[in-house]
């Protein structure tokens, strides 16, 4: 089996409003994205990590791979406008093998479990598709245009969903194939593969791997450092 892990970086972290990109941001001085990366790099399973950033940001990140010895890492990839279109370009340097796989991860989320990756990674060759995702804790309510409540759902089946998230190859590039076509726009690339029919496998996660999104995420991601050593 052949793993490519593609980690769309391209964004410009508005929620954060911080000067620089917040996967460049340091926790316990050293970047988030280096963190995520290191990740990957551990992991038995990864063959090669191709990261999807701003032409702007080349420079930087290509000395801290070097200085952090990041071998996995292939030549970087420029984004796009959305998180979609990052990932297609990434997907489009994925290389063509029998059984390849490919995973997807944020360049934000930089505590997750080497056996989170695994399962993810191994769901999805035996399977075709497989997401990261926690239990909902709250109970979750949906409202009409009026914000009254109209229905509690079961909490039971409700799963907050996260990445990594892994398919196999063929099955995302159709997946991508088909969203150029019609038009259709996802945040995660679970619903895209969902929507050519295909039921990934949900794989139960940590909740420590969160998205740093907003400033309190970065408060939080502090206290989450210790148990992520590099
Ligand atoms: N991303 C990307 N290309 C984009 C937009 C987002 O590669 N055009 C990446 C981000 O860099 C991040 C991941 O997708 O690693 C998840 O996106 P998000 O948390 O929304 O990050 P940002 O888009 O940077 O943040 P914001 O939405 O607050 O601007
Ligand atoms: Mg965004």
């Not at 969902?194 to 939080?220: F, Q």
């Amino acid at each position: 089996m052949h793993t490519s892990v593609i980690i769309p970086a391209a964004g410009f972290g508005e929620r954060m409003g911080s000067a620089i990109g917040k996967q460049f941001l340091s926790i316990d001085n050293v970047p988030i994205i280096i963190r995520t990366i290191a990740c990957f790099q551990r992991s038995r399973l990864v063959d090669e990590i191709i990261i999807v950033t701003r032409e702007d940001s080349f420079a930087l990140l290509e000395e801290l791979i070097s200085s952090f010895a990041l071998s996995k890492v292939r030549p970087l990839v420029k984004g796009g406008a959305r998180r979609q279109d990052s990932v297609a370009l990434g997907l489009r340097t994925v290389p063509d093998v029998q059984d390849g796989i490919v995973c997807v991860h944020d360049a934000v989320r930089p505590f997750i479990l080497d056996a989170t990756i695994t399962q993810v990674i191994e769901a999805a060759g035996h399977f075709g598709a497989a997401i990261a995702a926690v239990k909902a804790k709250d109970t979750i309510k949906q409202s009409g245009s009026d914000g009254r409540v109209q229905q509690t759902l079961d909490r039971s089946t409700l799963w907050n969903v996260q990445t990594p998230q892994a398919f196999r190859t063929s099955i995302l590039r159709e997946a991508y194939a088909q969203a150029e076509r019609s038009g259709r726009t996802a945040t995660d690339d679970s619903f895209l593969v969902e929507s050519i029919g295909i039921a990934p496998v949900i794989v139960e996660s940590s909740y420590d791997n969160i998205k740093i999104t907003t400033p309190d995420d970065l408060l939080l991601g502090q206290l989450l450092a210790p148990r992520y050593p590099l």
